[in-house]
């Protein structure tokens, strides 16, 4: 039993298809611990079903969570934390179909405490290899000035 619980955790490490990254125009700390939800497929392999990662400027966090698998993707979220109550938080969301196309959601948050975001349903293929990203932009500042959240999509 043992030795079958350690080859499901080596497939698990070597199967990975989405990677968590922080970027941003200066360097900022990547979350510390990416989360991803997994999958096994009926012949045995590993899936990653989503990815979330944030960023963790002095001010301004934003994440990001994509839910998918491999290249496809179908909803993205990007979100801000707050400590209080808040409303009206305006994000910018970004990436690549699969065949080079960008594309690009903007919305504005309601109010909530705990946490704000902004939902969009893409349920596209993302191009392999590229990010999509998050942002957000904190009262007159303006975009990419606090850095942004992204998750590089793999096959």
Request: charged share 15%; net charge neutral.
């Amino acid at each position: 039993m043992r030795k079958i619980a350690l080859a499901v955790l080596s497939a698990l490490v070597l199967t990975l298809s989405w990677t968590a990254t922080a970027a941003s125009a200066a360097p900022l700390p990547a979350d510390p611990s990416p989360r991803q939800a997994f999958a096994i497929t009926a012949d045995g392999q590993m899936k990653v079903m989503d990815a979330s990662s944030c960023n963790f400027p002095q001010w301004g966090t934003v994440c990001i969570n994509v839910n998918g698998s491999g290249l496809f993707v179908s909803r993205v979220t990007g979100s801000h934390p707050v400590a209080g109550y808040e409303c009206g938080r305006a994000f910018h969301l970004w990436g690549y179909y699969e065949n080079g196309q960008q594309w690009h959601r903007n919305g504005t948050a309601d109010c909530g405490a705990v946490r704000v975001w902004v939902d969009f349903d893409l349920n596209a293929n993302m191009r392999d290899g590229s990010q999509i990203c998050a942002d957000l932009r904190e009262g007159a500042s303006q975009w990419h000035e606090n850095g942004f959240a992204c998750i590089t999509v793999h096959r």
